[in-house]
């Protein structure tokens, strides 16, 4: 693989974890595991929100609740996983 297609690779990879531990910490929340009220619980919260708020919120705007459930992350990830893999098949 190029060292351009692996950079590539590497920012979908990081964005996509950004995404399951922003779901993974709100599901924490969800169960009380992490006091919303820390300071450096808030600050994580704040940069997640800032991170993956640009690519949700459009989303958002046409993908309801499914059962009180937020299915973006979901979208997003399968989404960025095939762009990925076309990006990826270009450049190779």
């Known amino acids: ?20 531990i922003q ?3 709100s599901w924490l929340i969800v169960f009380d595991v992490i006091n919303v009220e820390n300071a450096k ?10 991170a993956t708020d640009p690519v949700y919120k459009p989303l958002q705007k046409y993908i ?8 973006t992350p979901i979208v997003v990830i399968l989404g960025l996983s095939l762009l990925q893999n076309i990006i990826i098949g270009i450049l190779i």
Do not use: E, W
């Open 41 to 50: 619980a808030q600050n994580l919260v704040a940069l997640l929100k800032r």
């Open 1 to 20: 693989m190029g060292m351009l297609a692996y950079l590539v690779s590497l920012a979908f990879d990081i964005y996509i974890g950004i995404i399951v």
């Open 64 to 71: 309801p609740p499914i059962g009180g459930i937020d299915v």
């Open 23 to 25: 779901v993974v910490v």
